[in-house]
């Protein structure tokens, strides 16, 4: 976690500090500063709070023409949030900030502390300038001494470093957390993620663990591992400004679910044949690739863990194929067996996960295949995958995540039809009816439902203010309640638990008094009865049920207090109806307990941290 942005060129930097900021600020955002380099000295302003805390600092201390600077959005892990403990640090000639954690800190503080380096704060990012600063005099190399001091770090880090005395020149490295360069008309950027200088630049290279990039006023170089000098190969990305910005809705959650039909579409349409089959060749994934697959291993975490639940369900309804979940944080220190034929898919949203890049790591150490399934293009995850297959749903700013989410259930559809069609398990016409169900129905029962948003609203009212929700929910509708119940304790901060709706009567129901709102999820037709008695057990014990169901459900009303009609027209249908009901109770529900929803509290969206 953590955001990183860097500046040097002929144009006013603090601002550019502050507005890329505001868009990092989903990696992190408990804490802020800027170091920005005037006439006579590096000035650093930092301080607990948001980027507006920065700002209002800025407008009583403003800094002037600063032409060079590097500023940091953090998500505390050594040390709490504080002014001091904020990013930038300095030591002696250095001052950088970083994204990542120096494991071996204490170490490296105990040896420094013994020559008498004075610490200020709690923080390893400190400990890495003051390392830095150890290796490095002024006049003497600069590339030379972050490797010297690098390789004394155990961990993951990204570093946005200025020297004393090296004006208007940025230094940068990374080792498992994510970093590029970009290349504006008014000079060179440095960002953990490219939304952050769309409104600047669209030229970008994402740098590569090994490399340092050394940025000036008019020249953006790379020097190598072996100390070879060279041009980065620029890339130019097809986001818009527009894309990182809210769009007339009042927050990015609310923007990004209604950015779910288009985003279904765009994760789908490339991935079909003119004959309308399912085929991740663009991908390069072809038919024959699944021919032998015996295993699916799906590794992730969070949402995207609970997209994987659903994927595994239709691997091995639709494929044949048997297919497990793993928490990409348990997967390396408690690997299950793999069978020949096990291909394993990481799924991630951010493609810098770091639990689920290590499980995926561990994975190729033991010459296993891997899939990705990510949404942020070059990122880590993507890269080091053997395939990768983006979800395209462009970039996402809320903390919690929904088009990411939708898309990756939209991906594992398309994913599963391609997989059983290769195997021979389903027909051409069945494989066809599938990409339609997800390209055609999906997107359209997202639409239907968004259309429902007043009453959804309106059930939201009957949750707000609750001290614990259930969602129950059996076999696919299991796998969407979990995600249901995390949407919403992550935005709300109300207790919120899945369970599977036959399972809650060995126990938890015992939790359920009158009023207690329970939320059945019922997408599977011939699961209906068996979740109706469910449905029953707890209503009859007080519980305020919504019942999210099938618009075929017979009598619904009769055993629920609300009821959620969904369509019928295909099982993706009637899955992503259910999905953006969820999400829009969730919503609505934080909405009216007047939460930070973009931002809930300490959390981050992306988690380069173990
Ligand atoms: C964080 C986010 C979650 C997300 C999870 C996995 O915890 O808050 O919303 O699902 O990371 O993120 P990824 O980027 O790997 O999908």
């Given amino acids: 976690m953590c955001g990183i942005i860097g500046y040097t060129g002929e144009g006013n930097a603090v601002p550019k500090m502050t507005k890329g900021l505001t868009v990092l600020e989903y990696r992190g955002y408990d804490s802020v500063g800027i ?3 005037t006439e006579d000295a590096i000035e650093v302003v930092k301080c607990k709070g948001r980027i507006t805390s920065l700002e209002e600092k800025l407008e009583k201390h ?10 940091h959005t953090r998500w505390a892990t050594h040390g709490g949030p504080s002014d001091v403990n904020a990013h930038p640090h300095k030591a002696g000639n250095v001052v950088l900030v970083h994204n990542g954690i120096i494991e071996n800190y204490k170490e490296l503080k105990d040896e420094l502390s013994k020559t008498g380096t004075p610490f200020l704060s709690e923080t390893d990012t400190e400990v890495a300038a003051a390392t830095l600063n150890a290796c490095y005099r002024p006049g003497s190399d600069p590339v030379k001494a972050i490797r010297e001091a690098t390789a004394k770090m155990k961990g993951s880090y990204a570093f946005g470093i200025l020297f004393v005395d090296l004006p208007g020149e940025i230094y940068a490295i ?3 957390s994510p970093l590029i360069l970009a290349k504006g008309e008014d000079g060179y950027y440095l960002a953990s993620d490219m939304t952050a200088l769309l409104p600047f630049t669209k030229t970008y290279y994402p740098l590569k663990e090994g490399q340092i990039a050394h940025l000036t006023p008019d020249s953006g170089t790379l020097v190598a591992g072996d100390g070879r000098v060279f041009e980065p190969q620029w890339k130019k990305t097809e986001m818009t400004p527009e894309s990182a910005q809210k769009g007339g809705y009042e927050h990015f959650m609310l923007k990004e679910i209604y950015e779910q039909p288009e985003a279904i579409v765009k994760s789908a349409s490339t991935r079909i044949t003119k004959d309308g089959l399912p085929d991740f060749s663009v991908d390069g994934i072809l038919p024959d690739f699944w021919k032998p697959v015996k295993n699916i291993q799906i590794v992730a975490c969070g949402s995207a863990m609970h997209a994987g639940i ?3 369900k239709l691997f091995e309804e639709v494929a044949k194929i048997p297919a497990s979940v793993y928490i990409a944080s348990e997967y390396r220190y408690h690997p299950p067996l793999a069978v020949e034929g096990t291909i394993v898919i990481p799924i991630s949203q951010s493609g810098e996960t770091a639990d689920t890049l290590a499980a995926m ?3 190729k150490s033991k010459g ?11 990122t880590t995850i993507a890269r080091e995958a053997d395939h990768r297959v983006y979800t395209y749903a462009g970039p996402e700013i809320a903390v919690a995540t929904t088009k990411g989410y939708c898309t990756q259930v939209s991906v594992l559809f398309m994913m599963a039809a391609a997989a059983a069609h290769a195997c021979g398990r389903i027909s051409d016409d069945e494989a066809k009816a599938l990409v339609q169900s997800v390209v055609k129905d999906a997107p359209a029962a997202v639409l239907s439902m968004l259309e429902k948003r007043d009453y959804l609203r309106e059930l939201a009212r009957g949750l707000a203010g609750k001290e614990h929700i259930f969602y129950i929910g059996r076999g696919l509708d299991y796998a969407l309640s979990m995600e249901a119940a995390l949407k919403l304790k992550e ?3 109300i207790h919120c638990e899945a369970y599977a709706a036959g399972e809650l009567k060995h126990g938890t129901i015992s939790l359920i008094e009158e009023g207690t709102p ?3 999820i019922s997408t599977e037709k011939a699961l209906y009865d068996k979740t109706e008695s469910n449905v029953r057990e707890v209503r009859s014990r007080g519980a305020k049920l919504i019942l999210i169901c099938r618009a075929d459900a017979e009598n619904p009303e009769r055993s629920a207090d609300s009821v959620i009609y969904l369509p019928i027209n295909s099982l993706a249908a009637t899955l992503f109806a259910a999905m953006t009901a969820v999400q829009t109770i969730a919503y609505e529900t934080a909405y009216l307990c007047g939460c930070d929803i973009d931002r809930p509290r300490n959390l981050a969206k992306s988690v380069t941290v173990e």
């Fill in 35 to 37: 170091a920005a380099e």
């Fill in 491 to 493: 935005i709300s901060y």
């Fill in 368 to 378: 296993l295949p891997t899939v990705a399934i990510v949404n942020a293009v070059e």
């Fill in 174 to 176: 990374r080792q498992g």
């Fill in 361 to 363: 790591n561990y994975a």
């Fill in 310 to 312: 659903v994927g595994a």
């Fill in 62 to 71: 403003p800094i002037e023409g600063a032409h060079c600077a590097i500023g």
């Fill in 518 to 520: 329970v939320i059945a």
